[in-house]
Nanobody, 124 residues
């Protein structure tokens, strides 16, 4: 079993930055594909970013490409999401996920483990 705990969310003004962390415990996630998803009020959960364990290839939603960066520190068993140039539309609960199927790394259903989420609020 893998437990994931997100942190780093908060309230920030438009144009600001935040770095989310996802700390894993229970077992190493160094061989897992990892992802970040978000869910705004009244909306479905959506893909934000993912990183493959093999080669470290990254993937991003078009809405965050060029502003967000996903990275991982296997020694710390932690995945990060650096968010720059934040916009009010980025307001959501952000979730970390682990063990994504490499054939569908952008899809919610491909992940086996989820964190509880961290709130990000961007004010205009």
């Amino acid at each position: 079993q893998v437990q994931l705990v997100e942190s780093g969310g908060g309230l920030v003004q438009a144009g600001g930055s935040l770095r989310l962390s996802c700390a894993a415990s229970g077992r190493s996630v160094s061989s897992y594909n990892m992802g970040w998803f978000r869910q705004a009020p009244g909306q479905d959960r959506e893909f934000v970013a993912a990183i493959q364990w093999l080669g470290g290839t990254t993937f991003y939603a078009d809405s965050v490409k060029g502003r967000f960066t996903i990275s991982r520190d296997n020694a710390k068993n932690t995945v990060y999401l650096k968010m720059n140039s934040l916009k009010p539309v980025d307001t959501a609960v952000y979730y970390c996920a682990a063990d994504g199927d490499p054939r569908s790394i952008l899809k919610i259903a491909s992940y086996d483990y989820w964190g509880q989420g961290t709130q990000v609020t961007v004010s205009s």
